[in-house]
């Protein structure tokens, strides 16, 4: 019904060593299903500002012997803010955090900083408001919006990828 992280994730096309920033992790299923496809050799960045669902996905990465995963308390609005390194990154994960920012092109801005020249990343958001759950229907980001955003900021976008009935999914590779 809802998005599927692991079936979202495996449209990513990751492979053993790769490493992902899960931006805006929240509860950490991306995080988690990300860990699992990059493997041991791997790296896995849970980024967000709530130090409590870090902690809580922290330990369930360790429950299930996920030790390539890194929590990272930062603010995504903020160039900086994730406290990853310039160029370190080979695949960004954005889910269901669009319609919550207020500062986008810095977000942006900051996505653009931590990947690698030609990294990918993957933008999955509502595309309507569901019997209550998600976003009002006034605060949801729609995809032509999320294009443009990332368009004008320095990705060239490379395809959808099914997200489920009540979200959009895009590949955008930076440019």
């Not at 954005?94 to 993957?122: C, H, T, W, Y």
């Not at 004008?152 to 489920?164: E, L, P, V």
Request: aromatic share 10%; hydrophobic share 40%.
């Amino acid at each position: 019904m809802f998005a599927d992280p692991k079936k979202n994730v495996e449209q990513l096309e990751l492979t053993p060593g790769m490493k992902v920033a899960d931006l805006g992790s929240g509860s950490g299923f991306y995080t988690l299903a990300a860990a699992k496809a990059v493997g041991d050799k791997g790296r896995v960045y849970s980024i967000d500002i709530q130090k409590e669902l870090l902690a809580r996905l922290k330990n369930e990465a360790v429950r299930e012997r996920l030790y390539n995963v890194e929590v990272v308390c930062g603010d995504l609005e903020k160039l900086g803010g994730t406290h990853i390194r310039d160029f370190s990154i080979d695949v960004g994960i954005i889910s269901n955090i669009l319609f919550q920012l207020k500062e986008r092109d810095a977000f942006v801005g900051e996505v653009k900083r931590i990947l690698k020249p030609g990294g990918m990343v993957l933008v999955v958001d509502w595309t309507d408001s569901f019997g209550g759950l998600g976003p009002q229907q006034g605060d949801i980001f729609p995809f032509n919006q999320a294009r443009t955003l990332f368009e004008k900021n320095g990705f060239a976008y490379q395809k959808d990828i099914s997200a489920g009935p009540h979200h959009y999914g895009a590949i955008f590779r930076k440019i």
